[in-house]
T-cell receptor, first 116, second 116 residues
């Protein structure tokens, strides 16, 4: 079946502009995660949605970052007033239930964001 | 303190030989899972193998096996019969079952280069 998809694959924006990144999880997966990967680094957790529960936003680096998940499926990560330090690859993952083990997370191809 | 430590920033291996990528972890949760992901230059994170803290045997998946030493808190990935296509970044990650978050905690990764 189809994997996790993300769009756009690349986004170049100017400092101060807002951007929206989209993630479409694997069909039937109730949990969705956003991570950020800066150049040459590991993945940094941003936000986690599980079913209809309130999202876990504990990883969001500032209030310029927000995310929503509509209809329990597609998610949008929004970065307002982008800064150069926001330049990174934003990876989305989904898993079947979001709790228990292993509940393996499967990743999308990522969106490479460049803020000029 | 880092929860996942990968001490080898880069590794070289000759084609057809075996290679071990190190990973140590830190947790007080008795129930946890350890995951290895491969990230080729294309950027997508590919799930390789999983080991649960209560699993009695080391996990194996084709050419990948996990050398799990619970008392030493290590979960090293062994790749047998290396192929040129194995050249990539490899990330070790952990998820704690008792944690309130569902996210994975990643190490900084090891860059593996396979020489012909």
């Amino acid at each position: 079946g189809a994997g996790v998809s993300q769009s756009p694959s690349n986004k170049v924006t100017e400092k101060g502009k807002d951007v929206e990144l989209r993630c479409d999880p694997i069909s039937g997966h109730t949990a969705l995660y956003w991570y950020r990967q800066s150049l040459g680094q590991g993945l940094e957790f941003l936000i986690y949605f599980q079913g209809n529960s309130a999202p876990d936003k504990s990883g969001l680096p500032s209030d310029r970052f927000s995310a929503e998940r509509t209809g329990g499926s597609v998610s949008t990560l929004t970065i307002q007033r982008t800064q150069q330090e926001d330049s990174a690859v934003y990876l989305c993952a989904s898993s079947l239930v979001g709790t228990g083990l292993p509940d393996t997370q499967y990743f999308g191809p990522g969106t490479r964001l460049t803020v000029l | 303190a880092q929860k996942i430590t990968q001490t080898q920033p880069g590794m070289f291996v000759q084609e057809k030989e075996a290679v071990t990528l190190d990973c140590t972890y830190d947790t007080s949760d008795p129930s946890y899972g350890l995951f290895w992901y491969k990230q080729p230059s294309s950027g997508e994170m590919i799930f390789l193998i999983y080991q649960g803290s209560y699993d009695q045997q080391n996990a194996t998946e084709g050419r990948y096996s996990l050398n799990f030493q619970k008392a030493r808190k290590s979960a090293n990935l062994v790749i047998s019969a290396s192929q040129l296509g194995d050249s990539a970044m490899y990330f070790c990650a952990m998820r704690e079952s008792g944690g309130s978050q569902g996210n994975l905690i990643f190490g900084k990764g090891t860059k593996l280069s396979v020489k012909p």
